[in-house]
């Protein structure tokens, strides 16, 4: 086999609940995962080494070297096989870049699933999903796709069957957030307010809501920790949410660390009418509609 292509989906975090700082310089979390159907496109061509070519929108903001997750996964999965196996990957971006929905995850995800195949490798989906830990706390759900939630700093996986297709409108916002950053700010204003991290725990209603796919209910309890954080470096997010709530949306949020803001729809076109009107607000660089839960990475 000459080349392998793999599609990788985006994720919203509907539920980020951020605990106190570890001694590992990790928080413990209650991430609920969820994958949209925004999709990177990961090709893995045959080669002599690990190299990357970025393509796309955003393809300018995204690294051609040793930085680059999906090069990190390439090697990783060559090293646990003890081989020195080379493939030229081309990724094809339509995930935000630095906007909280995980597409440097998918990216890596995407890498190990393409690579698999492409060496012949056969590994079980196990082994993958152990590599993708020691990458990020983001690629293993990248790896499983669907619905999940995720503890310790978000590897530790339970699936979480969904009873029904949710609807998505995504306001992407100029620029990019650090997600170390992030942490560290929601960390100064908690220390600021002489507030303590509470442990953190899935918001069980919310997770009811997922399972019988009411999105209403959904829409009502999306929270993420993370949020005043983002606000306080990117002030200008909370005219991205207010339009949201203004446009009719069930529930929004800064999805993940940020900038991206997530909205919720009743149906399909409703989340088109929210596009809409969230492009319209000065702080929104484009909008983009979605629906979720869709299946992690798979070869094509």
């Known amino acids: 086999m000459s080349s392998v292509t793999v599609r990788v989906p985006a994720k919203v975090n509907v539920q980020l609940s951020v605990g106190p700082l570890r001694e590992d310089g990790y928080h413990d979390l209650v991430n609920v995962f969820h994958a949209v159907s925004i999709f990177d496109e990961v090709v893995a061509n045959e080669s002599e080494s690990i190299t990357v070519s970025?393509?796309?929108?955003?393809?300018?903001?995204?690294?051609?070297?040793?930085?680059?997750?999906?090069?990190?996964?390439?090697?990783?999965?060559?090293k646990h096989a003890g081989r020195a196996y080379g493939a030229d990957l081309v990724i094809r971006k339509a995930i935000p870049v630095a906007g909280g929905m995980a597409g440097g995850s998918a990216d890596a995800a995407g890498a190990l699933v393409a690579c698999n195949e492409l060496w012949g490798l056969g590994l079980p989906f196990e082994d993958?999903?152990?590599i993708a830990g020691d990458l990020g706390s983001d690629v293993?759900?990248?790896l499983l796709g669907g619905t999940a939630v995720g503890?310790?700093?978000?590897?530790?996986?339970?699936?979480?069957?969904?009873?029904?297709v949710f609807h998505?409108?995504?306001?992407?916002?100029d620029g990019g957030l650090s997600t170390p950053r992030v942490y560290a700010e929601c960390d100064a204003l908690r220390a600021a307010a002489g507030a303590e991290a509470p442990w953190p725990q899935a918001d069980e209603a919310l997770?009811?809501?997922?399972?019988?796919?009411?999105?209403?209910?959904?829409?009502?309890r999306l929270a993420n920790d993370l949020q005043p954080a983002a606000l306080a470096l990117r002030?200008?997010?909370?005219?991205?949410?207010?339009?949201?709530?203004?446009?009719?949306?069930?529930?929004?949020?800064v999805s993940g660390s940020g900038p991206t803001c997530a909205f919720l729809a009743a149906d399909e076109e409703h989340a088109r009418r929210l596009a809409d009107a969230l492009s319209e607000s000065p702080s929104c660089r484009t909008a983009l509609t979605a629906h979720g839960p869709v299946s992690g990475p798979r070869p094509a």
């Open 151 to 164: 503890t310790g700093r978000g590897e530790q996986l339970s699936e979480l069957p969904t009873g029904g």
């Open 235 to 253: 002030p200008e997010l909370a005219g991205i949410l207010a339009a949201g709530r203004d446009a009719g949306a069930l529930g929004g949020l």
């Open 54 to 78: 970025v393509v796309g929108e955003w393809a300018d903001q995204v690294p051609v070297d040793d930085g680059n997750l999906a090069v990190q996964a390439a090697r990783a999965l060559a």
């Open 207 to 220: 997770l009811a809501a997922l399972r019988t796919g009411d999105a209403p209910a959904l829409g009502a």
């Open 128 to 130: 993958l999903l152990e």
């Open 168 to 173: 998505w409108a995504f306001a992407v916002a």
């Open 140 to 142: 293993p759900f990248a």
